[in-house]
Structures are given as C-alpha cells and as structure tokens.
C-alpha cells in the first residue's frame, strides 16, 4: 500500500466524526479561506446543475423551476419527495389560473396533497374541500395519499399543511415572481419577498379544524433566511451561469456572505470540533465537505481532505489530531 492511500484509509476511519475540523481550526485564515471558496463552489455548482436539470424537465421555464424549486426549499422535515411530487401534479400554470382567488390557490395545494383526509373537519375546511372538488374535476387532478407525508414529530410551525397555505399565500399575491427573486441583495430583501402570511383561517390553526393560541402564521426571519439560503441564492447562480452574467453570480455569493450560518446538525458538529462559520458562505462550505465527501468517506477528493494528506505527504507529520 503506497503512502497516499494509507493516509486515505486513516482519514476515512473518523470521517464520520469531521475529525479533519482539527487541521481546518489551525489553518491561517487565507489558507482557511481557500478551502471555503472551494467547497461552497463546489457546492453551488452542484445546486446549478440540479436546478438545470429541473428547468429542461420543465419545459425550460423559468418561473415554473422556480415554482418547483421553492417546494423543494420549504421542507425541513424529510417531506421533500412528497413537496416535489405536489408541484409537478399541481403546476405553476395550474396556480397562474387561479391567482386571483387566494382560497382557491390554497385548495389546490392543500386538498391536492391529500393531507385533509388526516384531520376532522370544521366550516372553513368544509369550504376549502368543496373548492378542491370543483377545481380537481376542472383540471382533472389526482390527490396525494397523505401516507406519502410524513407528519410525526413535526413542529406545529413546520407542518405541511401550515406551510401549503404559506406558499398558497405567496403564489396569490406575487407575480413576477422570478424576477424578484433575482433582484434580492440581502437577507432584508428576501424576507420582504417571502414575508407572507397565511390566511385568516389559519392565525388560529396550526393544523385544520383544532384551535390554537390566535398567532399570524408568517414565514419568520429563520426560514426566510433558510429560503435565501436554499432558493435565492442557488438560482440567481443558476440564472447568472445560464445568462453568463457575472453580476448574478456574484449577488448570490454576496447574499451568502450576509446571510448568518446555518443551524444543523452538522454545523454543530463542525463547531464542537473548533470550526465556527462566520456565515451562510461558509456554513455551505462545510456542508459540502460533511455531506458530499466525509459521509461518501471521498476524503482523497475533498478539498480538505486532500489538502490535508498533501500536507502530510509533504512534511511526514501527523495529519490529524
């Protein structure tokens, strides 16, 4: 076995642990930096790629990517498959239709995605039913089974259904709703743009027909933030690669760069091995390296990774704590 793959094999041992964190806290901050700006490419590259993917597969449209793309953005809680599958049923071209009528948008998203079947019913998801009916039969919709959404465990703030009537709110009352997102320069602009709150109905319900405390459901500042994250950013990078346009590209760096870090499980990990980012650039960065190349255990292609056992190939030291 030659020196290189030995040292492969070691780092692959505590790639599950991100031990490399330890080699990452003693760099300088330029060596440090080098090692963010490639792996948060890395990083976008791969979203562009994907949305690419996304915006042929419809029809190469660009508000309907990204329709398709803020589905995919909301979820938090394992449910994205079951996101993803509502917005194709239910099309942006579909939503375009009815804009005007917010309860009917609502009954679109919400009855389409089968969830209604879970709860009981009270006047307003009586109503919201009926609407469903009608519009199912007019544009010859299929419902979701609502096994298909996973619902346990849940925070009342993340559920499902709270979240299709945010976003039925939002389709109703934006247009050009690409063209706005591409304008965005600050985490202030985006939460501007997502800043919706769902209808009356719902300041009292987290899920349907049981009350409440009588609380506005808004998209808050965290998940506004996680949309910019998510959503903004990837696609003005993905519109600005399309378009060649530098100024794009380098407005979803700049939201990156002033949007907080992200809170996840591993960031948290990062941080209790001495590596805290300082924002939303750098904490892509790190996901990309924990989630593409540390659980891959790819270590002899990450840009950490590989760093690390040049170093050690170059001076024989230990690579690791």
Known sequence: MDERTRLINNLKKSAASLNCGGYLRRLDEVHRGEIFVDAAYDRLIRKYRKIKEIYLGSGENWNQTFYAMMFRAMDVTGNRAAYERLARIVGYSIVLREQQSPLSVEALLIGTSGLL??????????????????????????????????????????????????????????????????????????????????????????????????????????????????????????????????????????????????????????????????????????????????????CGECPLGSKLIEKAMRQREPYME
């Open 117 to 298: 079947a879970n709860y009981k019913e009270d006047d307003y998801i009586r109503t919201l039913q009926s609407e469903y009916f009608y519009l199912a039969k007019k544009y010859a919709l299929q419902p979701m089974r609502a096994a298909e959404w996973r619902i346990a465990g849940v925070r009342p703030y993340n559920h499902p259904v709270l979240r299709l009537a945010q976003i039925a709110s939002f389709l109703a009352q934006k247009d050009f709703v690409m063209n706005k997102l591409l304008e965005c320069r600050t985490p202030a602009d985006v939460e501007r743009l997502f800043g919706v709150e769902a209808s009356e109905y719902w300041a009292s319900h987290f899920i349907p027909a049981e009350l409440s405390a009588d609380v506005p459901k808004r998209i808050g500042r965290e998940k506004s933030a996680l949309l910019g994250i998510n959503l903004v950013a990837p696609l003005q990078y993905a519109y600005g690669s399309y378009v060649d346009s530098d100024v794009l590209r380098d407005r979803a760096i700049a939201l990156l760069e002033a949007t907080p870090a992200e809170n996840n499980q591993y960031i948290r990990q990062w941080e209790r091995n001495g590596i805290r980012p300082h924002n939303a650039f750098e904490s892509q960065a790190l996901l990309q390296i924990a989630t593409e190349y540390c659980r891959a255990e790819r």
